[in-house]
């Protein structure tokens, strides 16, 4: 017997609007996922930059615990633990249907599936670039900053002008690697019942048993769509100095030779 797949069985009727509808919430929660990280990473760099001890130490616990605990187990925290401690009338109206809570797809975020999902990864994210971003000013020569405390900048603009430019040139690969792990991590939200990608695609399996065409979709998918996440924040990120890069151009002809 020679097996066939037979994609008709995924990219029409209803398999193929599932799929459709497992992209954009994964593109979605990422998205939101994203920007929910780097507020946190702002918030928490400013606490590790200061001068307080309890401040240091709140980041330091922040980090320990989110970065050793698995990101599932965090999820399940958050949806059946944390979501179900908030006041009843907040859980009645999260779950009341609201058609101005409705991304273009017709995909609702006010639920407490994307909810919990993308607080889960934005925590989890957060706690990884954290510590990444901080590796990057670590890498500033020390003598950078002695110069420009010396030359009366203050402490803020020594931060803005000086380290953290070139502290996020000097981390930005790991940085955008955390950013992609968001997006592939996002696949774990369907162990709370989130419709993202992996969770259509397995109804798939259950709807016709097109277990090959469906998986082979869904990970076409998944590469797509961090080949351009990842293009689109490389794109924005800062970029090496000008002089650097000619210097490199001028000394390949050399090492040719």
């Not at 990864?121 to 670039?129: P, S």
Request: proline share 5%.
């Amino acid at each position: 017997m020679i097996w066939h797949p037979d994609w008709a069985g995924v990219l029409t009727g209803q398999p193929l609007q599932w799929i459709i509808s497992g992209f954009l919430t994964t593109l979605y929660v990422s998205i939101i996922g994203s920007v929910l990280a780097t507020l946190l990473v702002v918030l928490l760099l400013a606490m590790r930059l200061g001068n307080s001890r309890v401040a240091h130490g709140a980041v330091a616990v922040f980090v320990s615990i989110f970065r050793n605990t698995p990101l599932l187990v965090q999820l399940l925290f958050w949806y059946f633990a944390a979501y179900g401690a908030l006041p009843q009338s907040w859980r009645f109206y999260i779950g009341d249907n609201h058609p101005w809570a409705v991304f273009p797809g017709n995909i609702a975020w006010l639920t407490p599936e994307f909810l919990c999902a993308a607080w889960g990864l934005a925590l989890f994210t957060a706690a990884f670039l954290v510590e990444e971003v901080q590796a990057g000013l670590n890498s500033v020569p020390k003598g950078q900053t002695e110069a420009a405390v010396s030359q009366g900048f203050s402490r803020w603009t020594l931060l803005q002008s000086i380290l953290l430019p070139q502290a996020l040139t000097n981390a930005w690969q790991p940085i955008t690697g955390q950013y992609l792990n968001l997006m592939k991590l996002s696949s774990l939200a369907t162990g709370i019942g989130f419709a993202e990608l992996t969770y259509q695609v397995s109804q798939i399996e259950s709807y016709n048993a097109h277990a090959f065409e469906g998986f082979a979709a869904g990970t076409l998918l998944y590469l797509a769509l961090g080949l351009i996440l990842g293009a689109l924040i490389t794109f924005l990120g800062p970029k090496r100095p000008q002089r650097r890069r000619q210097g490199i151009l001028t000394e390949t002809p050399k090492d040719g030779i």
